[in-house]
């Protein structure tokens, strides 16, 4: 019952929350990814905590009464055979086969290969455009390392010693401006990597593995994090322009040589993932070209949002 | 303010939109199929809407007891059960007395008054039956009592705020016939007034 109602309850509120981001047209990444949170906690609590406020809600009348009782759908047997239920949860076990073979076994994979020093690359040259980037950068700088690698690739690692790491190939393509606002982004997500609310939400994700919904509002509120950080490096070098063009770099660098694949199968599914990419980098481009308006009284609207969210699922059993 | 206010208008439209389609969805699976749990008007409607032979209802109602039931509902999937609930006669707000019958092995359905803390527990023999008696107190710390006993391959569960003299005698009520001599012991299920017991 627990899986059942927990699985409805972030569908309801994922769909509560996209309507009031869209209904007052809420386009900050922090402010999103707040409210997006709530499709992730509330789900984890919900149930235990409307029994225990009210243990009748499992009853016969309650259930009657309510908008949803799934328990209707779950022992409806399709062809007078197979009920609803076993493909339910048929769906759950796929999802946390996803979750285990798509987001754990990499980071698995990654703690492993950076436990053997599998990670390497060399400090920029003092005279170098990668070294001159970083001093136009105010406050402690973190570890930059290139790596010997034509593609265009960036990307962080966090923990005690955090490092930047940039691809030969970024390097030589990226204008000293647009190398470091790609730096400050970095930088912005090594800063919010301290942040221990990011791994709670890691943590409560990993709690819901078998849900689809939370599965996918996970990955939006990565997508929301890409925009903070974009935020968070416009802020440090002043120019929205510079990591704009910076990312429409990556944007193009995307599209072009795809390499040949083995089947018909894994093309799909890799230009499904490439087509989101780029999506999400159209996205932050538009974004930072142009800048969002102000933001409607959010306090207001996040409580609404809540007590709507906490108000329906009562009533979805 | 103004985007404020036109958001919340889109947004209430929304949810409504939302809490209609909910319903919806709810609905299909009765229209469907035949068997999941709903409201029926009396236990007539019951035995034929569901082909359930055996209704297990009292004969005798204490004046605290409102008749009709405020809920009778049914199911015959996953497996047959039937719920009566009926109200306080002085406060039709309030559940006094729920009476669940379900096939067995299967859990009683889940009732909307429950006991919170059992203070005594006996077994109580009656027609030929042996029943579990359990004494407590529900949610408000109000006196509550449980009787649950089997009757061939159905479990019988009462549940009532109210002292168990008077829940054992309704349960006797339901049953019209000793278990003796091989005789099916169901009661007629019969919705009647017992003279002299009710207002």
Known sequence: ?317 | MKRTLGGMLVFSMMIAILTVLLQLLNWIPSAVQDGELQRYASIDEVRAHLKIKTVYMPVYYPRSVQWPPSLIAAQTLPYPAVVTEFVRSDDPGETILVITQTALPHPPLVEKLRLAAVRESVRYEFKGRTALLEVGVCRKDEQCCRMTWNEENVGIALVMRASPVELVRIAESMITRPREAGHPVAGTGKQRRSPGTRN
């Open chain 1, 1 to 317: 019952m627990y899986l059942a109602q927990s699985f409805l309850h972030s569908l309801i509120a994922a769909l509560i929350v996209d309507t009031a981001l869209l209904a007052w047209k809420i386009e900050a990444p922090v402010i999103r990814q707040r409210f997006r949170l709530l499709v992730i906690v509330l789900p984890i609590i919900s149930f235990p905590l409307y029994q225990a406020i009210s243990p009748e809600r499992s009853s016969a009348l309650f259930r009657l009464e309510a908008y949803f009782d799934i328990d209707r759908w779950l022992h409806l047997e399709l062809w007078g055979t197979v009920p609803v239920g076993v493909l339910f949860l048929l769906f759950l076990f796929f999802t946390a086969m996803v979750f285990i073979l798509q987001e754990m076994l990499p980071i698995a994979r990654h703690t492993l290969s950076s436990g053997h020093g599998a990670l390497e690359g060399v400090r920029p040259e003092p005279e170098s455009r990668v070294t001159r980037a970083l001093e136009g950068l105010p406050g402690r700088k973190p570890d930059v390392f290139i790596i010997d690698d034509e593609a265009f690739a960036m990307f962080s690692s966090t923990g005690k010693d955090p490092a930047v790491y940039l691809s030969g190939g970024l390097v030589e393509k990226l204008t000293l401006d647009e190398l470091r606002a790609a730096i400050a982004h970095e930088i912005g997500h090594i800063q919010r990597s301290r942040r221990p609310a990011m791994v709670l939400i890691f943590i409560l994700r990993v709690l819901m593995f078998y849900n689809p919904i939370i599965l996918m509002e996970f990955r939006r509120i990565v997508q929301e994090e890409e925009k903070i950080c974009d935020d968070m490096a416009s802020s440090i070098t002043g120019d929205r322009a510079a990591l704009a063009g910076a990312l429409r770099k990556f944007y193009d660098d995307d599209g072009e040589d795809p390499a040949p694949f083995p089947s018909d199968a894994p093309r799909l599914r890799d230009r499904i993932e490439e087509y989101s990419h780029t999506l999400l980098i159209e996205e932050r481009i538009a974004r930072l070209e142009d800048p969002p308006g102000p933001s409607v009284n959010v306090s207001a609207v996040y409580l609404v949002v809540l007590v709507t969210i906490l108000v329906v699922n009562y009533y979805v059993v």
